[in-house]
């Protein structure tokens, strides 16, 4: 099967891009070194192709009360141009798939899943929507997604678009929409548009001086604040509570997967934590980390952090910060110890 | 366009190999080689005295998304390696084939099985 393409693709070669398959898109891993991106984007301005990523808008009058049920936050509580990170879960409370969820309007919203995800979970919102008057519709193939991230991202937003926005508080400017959303923990935005405009914001804000930035330094820039990564992080089995994430949980609403994280509420779990790196190397995904010289888990994610220059990773582990363990790399025990995220 | 300089030797492995007039044998990796793994930002080295066989895996270059091993380009014992590569693994990207060297072995035979720069330059087209 022929992997697919944004509008930009000719652009990312263009500029030297390395290009690989990422969930059935070819996209640019990375256009200089993954380094030099990743710092541009910590100390200037970068700016991401993520058109891969879906779009699906719910409508409807009970778009309030569907979403609410659907996802772990009460979108009751969300006022029009309000973003709001949260997870949806299957009723054994185990994530299907983490989502920003756009407040248009009460009776319009726009959900953001991963590019992976974007049929299942269309079919796990279909499968959920008898009982409540909405429309679902995934317009991911019409819509382009650019992220522009970094300190120097709001200064270039406004020479570019002649706006600003809070921080998950979105813009609709004619038909597109601009949020205070982003994967880096630096400060930006995301601006949503119709596929065919997307060359217009890409051309200008490189123009301006936006760095382009790859997957490579996504996936950095990501784990040094912790964030998950579909997929990697979480593959199907992991609950909210289990990835640390209780505050994208509203208690005090019914959503599907609600019981079963009460039930596990009361027991004793491993949560996702932090692992650093005291010795020099780099943490891989599937690392093996041990304490007291037990194996004790697995590295669902794991690189080099730029910035810190060490190994940082993120395991599923039942041990206080700060206890020290050893993690297996490449044959080789390191010493490292867990850590709350993010890592800076 | 790779660099890959006249006067060096290659391994299809993407080594060079820089013969001394004593007949040890400076090694490191080409420049076509730290493009492909882009940033190295952690380099294991053999220890000095260690001995290997041509092919054995020697030493490691990690990049933010992988590792790589290099191997021994030619059987024999490690009598040098370079310790700025700890503090500073950039300078393979930097310098591949002057600041960046990773070792020197003392070879226990003639080099056999090596490629010329004309050779490498088609094994990379």
């Known amino acids: 099967m022929s992997l697919r393409r944004t509008p930009l ?26 380094i030099s991106e990743h710092k541009s984007v910590r100390e200037a301005a970068g ?125 609709t400017l004619n038909d597109v929409i601009v949020s205070g959303t982003g994967y880096t923990g630096e400060k930006g935005c995301e601006i949503i548009g119709p596929l065919d405009q997307v060359e217009i914001h890409w051309e200008a804000l490189v123009d301006m001086g936006a760095i382009p930035i790859g997957l490579g330094a996504r996936d950095t820039l990501r784990l040094e604040k912790g964030y998950l990564l ?70 669902t994610s794991g690189s080099l952090s730029p910035i810190l220059r060490k190994g940082i990773g993120l395991s599923y582990i039942d041990l206080d910060i700060d206890s020290e363990v050893t993690i297996e790399v490449r044959g080789k025990h390191l010493n490292g110890r867990v850590v709350r995220t993010p890592f800076l | 366009m790779s660099e890959v300089p006249d006067n060096l030797s290659y391994t299809k492995d993407h080594e060079w190999m820089l013969i001394d007039d004593d007949g040890k044998i400076r090694v490191g990796i080409t420049d076509h080689a730290q493009d492909a793994l882009s940033d190295v930002v952690f380099v294991e080295l053999p220890e000095i005295g260690s001995k290997y066989s041509e092919g054995d895996a020697m030493a490691v270059a990690e990049s933010v998304k992988a590792a790589s091993d290099i191997y021994a380009p030619v059987s024999g014992e490690i009598v040098e390696v370079n310790d700025k590569l700890e503090e500073s693994p950039e300078l393979i990207n930097e310098s591949p084939y002057e600041f960046g060297w990773m070792v020197v072995m003392v070879p226990d035979k003639k080099l056999e099985n090596s490629l010329d720069s004309e050779s490498y330059r088609k094994l990379i087209d």
Request: charge should be negative.
């Open chain 1, 230 to 299: 579909s997929g990697q992080d979480f593959k199907g089995t992991e609950t909210t509570l289990d990835t640390n994430y209780a505050w994208v949980i509203d208690w005090n609403h019914e959503f599907i997967g609600r019981e079963a994280l009460v039930l596990q509420k009361q027991s004793d779990y491993s949560k996702l934590s932090g692992i650093l790196l005291e010795d020099k190397g780099v943490l891989r995904p599937g690392c093996s980390v041990y304490y007291n010289n037990n194996k004790v888990s697995e590295l």
């Open chain 1, 47 to 171: 700016i991401f192709d993520v058109s891969h990523m879906g779009q699906i808008f719910v409508k409807g009058s009970d778009a309030v009360k569907f979403l609410s049920f659907v996802t772990t936050w009460d979108m009751l509580r969300q006022k029009d141009g309000d973003c709001r990170y949260c997870h949806i879960l299957n009723h054994k409370g185990q994530i299907i798939d983490d989502t920003i969820v756009y407040t248009i309007s009460n009776t319009e919203y726009l959900l953001v899943p991963n590019a992976s995800k974007i049929k299942e979970i269309m079919d796990w919102l279909l499968d959920n929507s008898n009982d409540f008057n909405v429309i679902i519709e995934d317009l991911s193939d019409s819509y382009f997604c650019l992220a522009l991230q970094g300190p120097e991202a709001p200064r270039l937003l406004g020479q570019h678009l002649n706006t600003s926005v809070n921080s998950f508080q979105l813009e």
């Open chain 1, 9 to 34: 693709s000719n652009h990312h070669r263009e500029l030297g891009a390395k290009m690989v398959d990422f969930a059935g898109w070819e996209m640019p891993i990375q256009y200089s070194s993954i």
